[in-house]
């Protein structure tokens, strides 16, 4: 299995802060990456897809990179809607690992 | 516009068997794989089971393998979850979600809470 792994666990920052979230793969899954966002009580919004596709909807401040094995997501200029837990997906093989999550929390 | 809606979901008691549906509609469903995710209370995202569109191929996750069963039925854009010995740690929500290796986006229900207890 994939072993997906993201740093960190947890983030603190402040609205108007740029943040970024680094997702690892124990082995390659090309570019079948997603990113999601999720708040207490509703599911995951994807934000992210195919590692920089943008999901239509989303602010573009909100953007994806990487391929292979490391990737990464970033949010520029954060605003306070943008508080909430953050999980990569790879879907490059089964099963379709998640990243353990990342909270991003207001300083 | 794609939509996939979860239904089934309830309160059982351990050991007792339950069965989820996930209507899609929006896209030509036989053509996509489909995976069931859970999250149980307070815990992050699990893959639990995955389908190929055509429904010849199953995968599971170490934690379900031999209890829970996967299918679809193509005619009726309907993707089933069967889950027998139910245990308490089986407790989360379930959602189907559209994903797979294909230049197209990915698409999630809402989810339905299955509650695994005495």
């Known amino acids: 299995d994939i072993q997906m792994t993201q740093s960190p666990s947890t983030l603190s920052a402040s609205v108007g802060d740029r943040v970024t979230i680094t997702c690892r793969a124990s082995?390659?899954?090309?570019?079948?990456l997603a990113w999601y966002q999720q708040k207490p009580g509703k599911a995951p919004k994807l934000l992210i897809y195919k590692a920089s596709s943008f999901e239509s909807g989303v602010p573009f401040r909100f953007s994806g990179s990487g391929s292979g094995t490391e990737f990464t997501l970033t949010i520029t200029s954060l605003q306070p809607d943008d508080f909430a837990t953050y999980y990569c997906q790879q879907y490059n093989s089964y099963p379709y690992t998640f990243g353990q999550g990342t909270k991003l929390e207001i300083k | 516009e794609v939509q996939m809606l979860e239904s089934g979901g309830g309160l059982v008691q351990p050991g007792t068997s339950l069965g989820l549906s996930c209507a899609a509609s929006g896209f030509t469903f036989s053509s996509y794989a489909i995976s069931w995710v859970r999250q149980a209370p307070g815990k992050g995202l699990e893959w639990v089971s995955g389908?190929?569109?055509?429904?010849?191929?199953?995968y599971y996750a170490d934690s379900v393998m031999g209890r829970f069963t996967i299918s679809r039925d193509n005619s009726k854009n309907t993707l089933y979850l069967q889950m027998d010995s139910l245990r308490a740690e089986d407790t989360a929500v379930y959602y189907c979600?559209?994903?797979?290796?294909?230049?197209?986006?990915?698409?999630w229900g809402q989810g339905t809470l299955v509650t695994v207890s005495s």
């Open positions: 082995q390659s899954v090309s570019t079948w």
């Open positions: 979600a559209r994903v797979g290796p294909t230049t197209y986006s990915i698409y």
């Open positions: 389908i190929s569109g055509s429904g010849d191929s199953t």
